[in-house]
């Protein structure tokens, strides 16, 4: 578990140090292990954090106890999202190793994240999973006004890559983004539809002749 938290050593924690009670290493070791019993919320991490106080203290001191959900929502606001999101995924590269086989992009929608009032948009993601591991590695959301050739760049950036294959779809289908993977020492499995007409033209001539 102390391996988790290493690579969050370079999060900056904009509390203001005379007023921290809580530290952010606990904070994220209460939250890793309640997440991995079943919380969803800061009032089920809270709940956890009061029942197994005795199993936190085994690895941090947690001197003060544990923080109200209240208070962890108000930490977790301070947080540079996309800082915490590198510092994760590099916690979890730590624990995984280097992703050998398969690595799948694909974009999906959140369920039920369209909004009516407000004619809010749906959020779409794009996310990396390991098909070995049977995890995700990252994600990373698509702006209301870009698609996801901008975001898998974004992704690609985040993950460590090397010695794996990626696959994704036809809209990865972009000479940037395999660019990108070749750069981070790993292969690429791209779709393509008849809506790419030239390239899909030569890539079938190509086959034909070999």
């Known amino acids: 578990m102390i391996v988790f938290l290493d690579p969050f050593r370079s999060l900056p924690d904009r509390r203001q140090r005379g007023k921290v009670i809580y530290s952010l290493d606990e904070v994220l070791l209460l939250c890793l292990l309640a997440v991995l019993t079943g919380a969803e919320s ?26 109200s959900h209240d208070q962890l929502g108000d930490i977790f606001a301070t947080l540079d999202a996309e800082n915490f999101q590198h510092c994760f995924i590099a916690s979890v590269a730590s624990l995984t190793g280097a992703p050998a086989g398969v690595i799948a992009i694909d974009g999906k929608t959140v369920r039920r994240s369209y909004q009516e009032k407000g004619r809010k948009a749906a959020i779409h993601m794009v996310s990396a999973f390991a098909a070995r591991q049977r995890l995700v590695l990252g994600h990373v959301k698509v702006t209301e006004k870009s698609n996801e050739i901008v975001a898998i760049p974004k992704l690609l950036d985040m993950l460590a890559i ?49």
């Open 42 to 67: 800061f009032v089920e991490i809270t709940r956890f954090g009061t029942k197994k106080l005795g199993l936190l203290h085994r690895f941090r001191a947690f001197a003060d106890g544990t923080s």
């Open 162 to 210: 090397n010695g794996a294959i990626v696959t994704i779809d036809a809209m990865g289908c972009q000479r940037a983004i395999a660019r990108k993977i070749i750069d981070k020492r790993a292969d690429y499995v791209l779709s393509l539809n008849d809506t790419q007409g030239t390239l899909c033209e030569e890539i079938e001539v190509f086959v034909e002749e070999q």
